[in-house]
């Protein structure tokens, strides 16, 4: 028993290295060389000594103590992410409304930015790697964007395909990377052994102190060693605390330290190494084998990333700040294994555009930086309102416990400010646009549903007058979808209208997201009878269940209710939205809201019913 649970230990680290690492794993690829680019940083023994050590205790504060110590533990019934942390936060302060609202705006724009940050990591990653053809020959540059787009695009050419296939490669392929980084530090690091004594914070303070603005300057730089880092907190449903944190101390963090410190040591050792410090790390014949190596390794972290787009998408669906979107699924195993065509494209056409714009990794890297530095300090800010309003820790513990955390993402976060007009702005417009159609998405719904409200038909009240004079039954079960319960569905009064008939049983159902990641099926739907074989049913998912509505209407068997699949129609309508000059939004809101509502998947497939359900023209709602 014990070697079948060590085993499948084994496998979810392994697992991990490939899926959460992927990311800050390939930073070795370009975080060393942003620090001495651009002439920032005067080239002598002091400085490299000092920016290594800044590098390893930034590794140290953020990653290891912040996330892997403090940020893992704030889980969400074992899930993480920002989704999931956002959830939790808004339900610790559910009796403060106006603290609780204000939450939930930082919270969605900090999800937000997760999707500029998804159009910055894969074009950064890719580019960084294939630019090591460079150092094979200049020849070769003119080939580089060519040959990124190319892998780019067959990277996200076979997402509709899912990745179980080949996801099992990830995390053997991400081991053999970081084995590999690790031999091309140690090689260096013999060179000049007193590299190691780096490790000490006082080289970075006595940086830190004899050149406060150019240290201020380069947290831009320095940070890119830390990017992915929210990974750990976001894959954590996955894998799991134990697995996240083995992989990182055993693994991870010494590979990522001996790479660094191997660049340190060739910088001492030959100053023209610092246009590319981590190619030139390796002799001749290992460069193309290890551009070769480290596009896979890119290639992975962009998967990774591309995943937990579809899945933070489809949680953001689930929390109603997206409408529905086409969802897919790849895998008749994996639940989680989904494909987002919208989503897949929309951050093709974005990274391309940032590939062609920016041309090379370096200039990318002055647009990297401000999502990451922001996600972080919303993550620090929304884990200080769990640990003191869910986990009722006292107040000094818990100001303790964040406010050191806040000052260091808050430093990284404004020096990043200073690259914000040099290609900060890009990933910041496409967040803030991201953020904009939540926000105009959740509002128009919630102005919809007062409308319908003030116009709805009491169902109960209408089922009795029905049934005073009853209309002619028929075999079978109809399923109406309301948006509200016990209101009187469009689509029953298209049907008593047009076809005069009324099934022999009827289900009034209205699906419920909640903030929480999953509701068991035991708990899934609540049943009310309404009489004459009618019941008005909710079914509640949590955002990061699967919706299935035919499977969860299965529970309605054990309390009197006979469903047979083939014989149970389902019924829902189609609201159409007219924008107006009301008390609603902005003009342009309203017009934005209509056009999604319009553009959004149906229910039908969003629900997972069959292809016979009958879709009804409904109501026109004026907001």
Same mark, same amino acid.
Request: glycine residues 8%; neutral net charge; contains cysteine.
């Given at each position: ?129 294939? *630019?090591? !053809?460079?150092?094979? %020959? $200049? +020849?070769?540059?003119? #080939?580089? &964007? ?6 780019? @695009? ?39 052994? *007193?590299? !190691?004594?780096?490790? %000490? $914070? +006082?080289?970075?303070? #006595?940086? &830190? ?6 240290? @201020? ?407």
């Amino acid at each position: 028993m014990s070697s079948h649970k060590s085993t499948a230990s084994a496998a979810l680290i392994l697992a991990a290295i490939g899926v959460v690492y992927g990311d800050i794993g390939t930073s070795v690829l370009y975080a060393m060389k942003e620090v001495f680019s651009h002439d920032r940083v005067a080239f002598n023994h002091e400085n490299v000594f000092g920016i290594l050590s800044m590098f390893f205790w930034t590794l140290t504060i953020i990653v290891s103590v912040k996330y892997v110590v403090l940020v893992l533990r704030a889980d969400n019934a074992g899930e993480g992410g920002l989704v999931a942390m956002l959830a939790l936060a808004s339900q610790a302060v559910v009796d403060r409304p106006r603290l609780r609202r204000v939450l939930l705006l930082v919270g969605i724009f900090g999800t937000s930015l997760f999707y500029g940050d998804g159009v910055i990591t894969p074009a950064i990653s890719v580019l960084s790697a294939v *630019e090591g !053809l460079e150092v094979v %020959s $200049p +020849h070769f540059k003119e #080939y580089v &964007i060519p040959i990124t787009l190319v892998v780019l @695009f067959g990277l996200f050419a076979v997402q509709k395909h899912g990745t179980a296939g080949i996801g099992r490669f990830f995390g053997p392929i991400t081991l053999i990377w970081f084995f590999a980084i690790s031999a091309l530090g140690i090689a260096q690091i013999q060179t000049h052994p *007193e590299i !190691l004594k780096a490790l %000490s $914070p +006082h080289y970075a303070l #006595y940086f &830190i102190w004899n050149n406060p603005g150019t240290s @201020f300057l380069i947290l831009g730089a320095t940070v890119l060693c830390v990017t992915g880092a929210e990974a750990l907190y976001a894959d954590l449903g996955h894998f799991g605390k134990g697995p996240i944190r083995i992989a990182w101390f055993s693994v991870v963090m010494p590979a990522l330290t001996l790479n660094y410190f191997g660049q340190g040591a060739l910088l001492l050792r030959d100053p023209a190494a610092v246009k590319n410090p981590f190619y030139m790390m390796a002799p001749e014949w290992a460069v193309v084998p290890l551009v070769v190596l480290a596009t896979m390794a890119t290639v992975i972290a962009s998967q990774a990333l591309i995943t937990g787009a579809f899945s933070v998408t489809r949680q953001v669906i689930q929390l109603g700040y997206l409408p529905r979107l086409n969802i897919e699924h790849t895998s008749v195993r994996t639940a989680g294994q989904i494909y987002i065509p919208f989503v897949n494209w929309g951050l093709f056409v974005a990274i391309v555009l940032a590939v062609v714009m920016f041309r090379s990794s370096s200039n990318l890297a002055a647009a990297y930086g401000i999502a990451v530095t922001t996600d972080m300090l919303i993550t620090t800010v929304l884990t200080f309102f769990v640990i003191r309003f869910a986990w009722k820790l006292p107040l000094a513990l818990c100001i303790g416990a964040t406010a050191v955390f806040f000052v260091v993402d808050f430093a990284f976060f404004a020096s990043n400010l200073l690259k914000l007009f040099e290609g900060g702005w890009f990933p910041l417009l496409i967040g803030g646009a991201v953020f904009m159609l939540m926000i105009t998405w959740k509002e128009g719904r919630r102005l919809m549903g007062q409308v319908q409200r003030q116009d709805a038909i009491d169902l109960r009240a209408f089922l009795d007058s029905v049934f005073v004079n009853p209309p002619a039954r028929v075999e079978g079960t109809a399923v109406f979808l309301t948006a509200e319960p016990g209101v009187v569905p469009n689509a029953l009064l298209h049907n008593l209208k047009h076809n005069k008939v009324l099934h022999e049983q009827n289900l009034f159902v209205t699906v419920r997201n909640h903030e929480v990641p999953w509701i068991p099926m035991d708990k899934r739907i609540e049943m009310e009878p309404l009489g004459h074989h009618c019941w008005q049913i909710i079914v509640h998912y949590g955002f990061k269940n699967d919706i299935d509505l035919p499977i969860s209407l299965d529970g309605a068997r054990l309390r009197g209710c006979q469903l047979e699949p083939m014989s149970t129609s389902y019924f829902l309508s189609r609201d159409v939205v007219i924008p107006t000059l009301g008390s609603g939004m902005a003009p342009w809101r309203e017009k934005l809201f209509a056009q999604m509502h319009h553009n959004a998947s149906g229910a039908a497939d969003f629900l997972s019913l069959p292809n016979n359900a009958v879709v009804e023209l409904g109501s026109k709602i004026e907001i």
